[in-house]
Structures are given as C-alpha cells and as structure tokens.
C-alpha cells in the first residue's frame, strides 16, 4: 500500500468504525424563563426573560438565545390609552453543515468507507484516508476545528396610540388606533477553515459577512361598532398600512493565514472577495376596510377589500386589488332546532377570497440589474447580471370554500368539516433560458394551478368528572392538485420536476426496468415501451406524487386529580400519505460508491450488485453505464405515522400549593420525535432537501438531516 494508507482488509479481517456514530452525540436543551406582570389602575407592565442552549445531536453543532420582552401601557385620559411592546433578541448558531454540503458531518460520514478508520494508533484524526481529500474530509477533524458561526441581534418595538373619543356616536361607538414598527436585524456570519484538511487546504480560509436589516411601518385603524334594535350588530373597519424596509451586506474572504490561531480575516495575505451592496429595498402600501353583520346572532355575513402596492413588481403592476366575502349561520339557534336537544351547536359557513403573494427570492426581479467588476486593462467597467421583467405583477390565489360545524351532547362531540377550492394565477415562477443568452432564468408569472381539498376533524370528550377527563381529537386533510394553464403551454421543468397542463407536479425521469442478467447493465422504459441502458431526456416520463394526498393527526389528552396531586398526559401522532419521495441521498451513494471506484461507502443493497452472466437482481453492475441515474429506482412512497409528541405531568396538590404561598407547581417529562414508521431507505420523510421553497421544490430528498429525537423534562413554578 502507498504511504500513509490503510491496507485493503479481507473480509473476514475487516474491522466497522461507525464513522456516523463518531459525528453524533446525545443532545442536551436547557431553558429558563421568568416573567413579572404588575401595575395599578391606570398602568399595566408585562416584563419576561428567556435563555436558552440547544446542542444538537451533531457534534459541536449548538444554538444560544437570550431575549427581553416589555410591554407597558398607559391609560392618560379615560378615552386615551398608550403603550409600546419591545422586545431585544440575541442568537448566536454554533453552524455544522447540513444538506446540500459534502463536507457536512452526516453527509461526509455517510460516504466514508466504514473500513478506514477515524483515528491514528496515536489517538490522532486520520486525514490520510479521507475520499477525494478536501471534497470529503475526515467530518470530525473539520467539525471540531473550523469555526462557523452566526449571531444575530434583533430589536422589535411597537408603540401605539389607541383612543375611544365618543362613547355614543350615533348610538355606536368609535375607537381609533394608530400603530408604529422598527424591526432592526444585524447578521455576522463569520467563516474559519484550517490548512489541514477540507476547504481551508492549503494555507487557511476565512471569511465573514455583515448583514443589516431595517423595517419600519406605520399603520393606522378606525373602528365604529353599532347595535340597532337590540338585534342589528355592524362592526366597520377601515386602515391603512405602510412598510419601508431595507438590507444592506459586506462581506471579505481571504486565504494565506499565518496559522490557525489567527481568526479575522485580516490577518490573512490574499483577499479572494471583497464585496458590498444592497440586496433589498422594499416598500408596501396597503389600504383596506372590513364590514361585518350579524342579525339575531344567528347569520353573519362579512366583506373586505383592501389595495396594496408592492415595490417588487413593474412600474405599472405594482398595485393589486384583492378582498373577501364569508357568511356564518348558526343553525342550532333558531326555534325549530331546540326540541333536537342532543345537538348543541350546529353552524353552516362559507367564503370566497381573494389575496395576493410578493414573494420573491429576489427584491428585483421586475429590474434588469447591472453590477461593478467587469473591468478590463484597469478600468472599471459594468455588465449585466439579471434578466428583468417589468410586466412581472402580483401572484393571486382565488379561494371558495364552505362547510359545517356540529356539536352533540354540549359538545362532547365536536365535529367540523370544510370543502375548499383555490386557484393560484400568475404563479412567481423562474423560467429557464439557453445559456446562450447570457442568464440562466427569468423570474415570471408562469401559469395556473388549481387545488381542492377536504379538512376534516373530530374531538370527543371520552370522559368528563371531576376528577378525571379525557379526550381525543382526530384531523385529517385530503389534496388535490392540478396545472391549470402554463404561458404557451410549454412545460414547466425544475430538477427532475415538472408542470404539465392538465396534470398535478410529478416527477419527469425515466422508468427503471431493472437490470440485463447477461450484461449487468440498468435497463430504463425508452420512450416506445421497449428497453434501453442508455436513456435521454425524450424518455422520461411523469411519474409519482409530489404532493400527498392525505395528511393528519390523532391526539389524545388526559387528566386526573386527586389528594395527592394531579397527573396530566398527551399524545399525538402525524401521519401523511399518497405522495412519493425523490431519494437523492441513495442515488448519490450508489453513484459516488460506484464511480469512485470503492473511494466512498454504499448502500448495504450493493452486497446484490450483478457479478456474472446470468445473476438475477435488481442491482445493476457497480460502475457501469447509467446505473444510478436519478429514476425511478429511487423513487420511494413517502407514507410515515409518526409519535410526535408524548408529555406526562405531576402537579401538587392544590393545598401544599397554597401552603407554601404558589399557585402551583408542575413536573414533567416530554418526548418528541419518538417513533416512526415509515419505508424509506435513507432519510426523514418530513425532509426536504433546500426547505422546498417553491411549487417546483418538493419531495426531494439530499443528506436532508432527520428530525431529533428529544427528551426533556422540567419544572412550572406559577405564583
């Protein structure tokens, strides 16, 4: 063997380091809170502190937060009260990489060869066996030494007026509020890599970036209540809101440090960015009015409307109209219902809304964008860095709905049931351009989708005494999806996802058919029906269910009292189904453990990789043509029921309590994340890779860390 390399093992001398093992440990949470809440006639105060440490159960991996809050009023005339809510943040995120990074513990961890071992005979971190060296460095070595970090500070502040001037206008009443907003965010992300082993190889990276945030609002309310007749209720609102925010960055990189003692990056001797600009300016205006009537208590209707003006669209599509119509008609209060003694609440409602979206990833996707640095021969020069869209306009979601509410028995039973229908227009979508145009995308209103589903829940109170009550709640949601109409009705692909008129969002890939026993070779559906082991984008096809189709919960909550105190429990599990995951952590392990020639670890499932002519699996041969392309060999069904929570109390009896002057005292134990049934082979199935924050990004799995296990318990002291 070369120097510095372990010896290939035989099998039966071969020793297993649980390389994953070695990047995880038990994760420990603290908190602390206290809270005073105090005052006299005419001023009240709420004051609270928090702190708390989480360490995950990745190593060094940890979160720290302290916070403040004070909220104080003042009433100055009987009609006059003011008051500010403030509140002052601090965070500081001890970073370990997750997905999306290869370098990151688990992934890193996941694709050593389990034969390679993480320390030197010495105790030292091995670094001379690492795959591919800095692309995947020893995960320990690299998350123990390098430093990443980010702290934020965060100032909240709301101060507001509220005033009553006339008790009986016109037999109703007025009240008047006029609120102002500061949310002040600061960001220092900061970046320290070593010499010896990953990205800081060879002379030490560092790198940090200051980001300040401002928003400021002011918003301002009328509201006139009035009753006629002992029967006509009107509540009428009318306001307008304004929002001006804006972010600003710097950021510095640099590499040739003298040694890993020195942090800042100043003291490195090659800048490789140096960096400044704005990244957001954004301004809202909102103007609206609300009108609700109520006859008898028994039907209300409700109507809204409200124009609101976006600083990130086109000049002339900045504006948007949207409102609302809903009616309420309690049913179990007419005449006719009060001989059904059984049935204690019984509510008939329905709505139509309209409402709007201006979310972007970007401030300025309607601007064609030019930035510095394209210089040539010394002089400073400008080229164009994004493709704008000035007819780019507000995202409309159009809603109809209606539905029941029944109680029995004074409730015991308590049932609700909703129909819903919405369609989203002019979807905020990037279409992707030829590279020959000089941008990859364009930010867009793309199409139409259209969704429909059922909400369903149902609680009973199983046993209601004195001493002891226990009850049960079940929810569950059905969806349905559907592209409704796309610009030129092109199809819209993102990744291996696409949106096709007529059609909900599958996955565009090809169909794996398994593998030629006389070749070893991966055998994909082409486009005809027959077979082929080279496959092409025309030989895709629209598979799968991104989205589920059934999504829910069941709970359940008892409580006993007695003598000797009061027990409390809870319970609920999750459970989601109908929908398909995209594995991509599977797929990269048989692809990198196949292509890199045994450098990274694979899948157990490779001990039935195809070895010889005639061998029946559904492995293909490691290492040939297309055998881990992303299909459906890794397309996985992503129902799960989950454990999500489980909590037990024990709380004093109510005499000890007062003996010792408290309300009371409580202690408990709670449990999340605890079970899970589910098929995937590699991941959670609440994953998702990059947060999924479009239509076109869900359903995808890659080295996604699974949810934590957790374990607490703690004490609720109340005076």
């Known amino acids: 063997s070369s120097p510095g390399s372990v010896p290939c093992p035989t099998p039966e001398e071969a020793q297993n380091y649980e390389w994953a093992e070695a990047v995880q440990r038990p994760g420990v949470a603290r908190t602390g809170n206290i809270s005073f809440r105090g005052g006299d006639d005419d001023t009240q105060f709420f004051l609270s502190g928090t702190w708390s440490q989480k360490e995950s159960y990745v190593i060094t991996n940890r979160f720290d937060r302290m916070s403040g809050r004070l909220n104080i009023t003042q009433d100055v005339k009987d009609w006059i009260r003011v008051g500010a809510n403030t509140s002052i943040t601090r965070t500081q995120n001890f970073q370990a990489g997750s997905d999306n990074l290869f370098a990151a513990p688990l992934t890193s961890a996941s694709l050593h060869v389990p034969v390679v071992p993480i320390r030197n005979d010495d105790g030292s971190l091995n670094l001379q066996n690492t795959p591919f060296g800095a692309f995947t460095p020893n995960p320990v070595f690299v998350t123990e030494t390098n430093d990443y970090s980010i702290k934020n500070w965060r100032i909240l502040a709301s101060p507001f007026v509220e005033m ?27 970046e320290r890599l070593n010499s010896e082993e990953g990205g800081g190889v060879p002379t030490g990276f560092g790198a940090q970036s200051y980001d300040e945030e401002r928003k400021y609002s002011l918003r301002g309310t009328a509201t006139y209540a009035r009753t006629f007749a002992s029967r006509h209720d009107v509540d009428l609102l009318v306001g307008g809101e ?40 954004d301004g809202l205006a909102s103007f609206f009015t609300r009108l609700t009537y109520t006859l008898d208590d028994k039907y209300t209707i409700e109507g809204s409307i409200r124009r609101d003006g976006s600083s990130r669209f086109g000049e002339d599509k900045r504006w948007g109209t949207f409102g609302s119509a809903s009616f309420a008609y309690n049913l179990h209060r007419e005449s006719f219902m009060q001989d059904i003694g059984f049935v ?10 309209l409402t709007g979206s201006n979310q972007l990833d970007g401030f300025f996707s309607a601007r064609t964008l030019f930035g510095g640095g394209a210089n040539y021969n010394e002089a400073a020069g ?34 609700s049931a909703t129909y819903y229908n919405s369609n989203n227009n002019d979807l905020i979508l990037d279409r992707q351009l030829p590279l020959s145009s000089g941008f990859g995308s364009i930010t867009q209103n793309l199409g139409e989708l259209t969704t429909q589903g059922v909400e369903l829940s149902l609680e009973t109170q199983n046993i209601v005494t004195e001493s002891f009550q226990w009850t049960t709640s079940v929810t569950a949601s059905w969806q349905d999806e559907e592209v409704q109409e796309l610009v030129g009705g092109d199809p819209i692909i993102s990744g291996a996802q696409r949106a096709i008129e007529g059609e909900s969002i599958k996955f565009n890939i090809p169909i794996y058919e398994g593998v030629d026993p006389q070749t070893g070779l991966a055998q994909y559906r082409d486009r005809d029906g027959g077979t082929t082991n080279s496959p092409t984008n025309a030989d895709n096809y629209n598979v799968g269910n991104v989205l589920p189709s059934w999504t829910g919960s069941f709970g ?36 990198t453990g196949a292509n890199g020639g045994g450098t990274f670890n694979m899948p157990k499932g490779a001990t039935r990789r195809w070895q010889e002519p005639g061998d029946q699996t559904s492995v293909p041969q490691l290492g040939s043509n297309n055998s881990s392309l992303e299909s459906t060999r890794f397309l996985e069904d992503g129902d799960f029921i989950r454990l999500k929570s489980i909590t037990l109390g024990y709380s004093i009896p109510s005499s000890l309590a007062e003996s010792i002057n408290v309300d009371n005292i409580r202690v408990y134990f709670q449990g999340n994340n605890l079970l899970t049934f589910d098929e995937l082979s590699f991941g959670d199935p609440e994953g998702s890779q990059s947060g999924a924050r479009s239509v076109l990004d869900r359903g995808e799995l890659f080295f996604t860390p699974p949810q934590q296990l957790t374990l607490s318990g703690g004490i609720d002291l109340q005076f």
Request: net charge negative; charged share 20%.
């Open 164 to 190: 009553n001037p006339i008790d009986n206008l016109i037999e109703g009443s007025l009240s008047l509020r006029a609120q102002g907003g500061i949310d002040a965010l600061i960001v220092d992300d900061y």
């Open 242 to 281: 304004l929002e001006d925010s804006r972010r600003q960055n710097a950021e510095v990189s640099a590499t040739g440090f003298p040694s890993f003692q020195f942090k800042t990056v100043d003291a490195a001797a090659s800048p490789s960015t140096t960096d400044s600009e704005v990244t957001r300016i």
């Open 344 to 353: 204690s609440n019984l509510k008939l409602r329905g709505a139509w809304g």
């Open 382 to 415: 400008v080229s164009p860095t994004q493709l704008g869209d000035p007819a780019l306009q507000w995202e409309s979601k159009r809603t109809l709905e209606g539905g029941f509410d029944l109680g029995l028995f004074n409730d015991r039973i308590f049932a």
């Open 556 to 591: 359940t909550t008892a409580q006993l009292t007695q003598d000797w105190g009061g027990i409390d429990f809870r319970a609920q599990f999750n459970f989601r189904t109908g929908n398909d995951i995209l594995n991509g952590t599977k797929q990269f392990l048989y692809e």
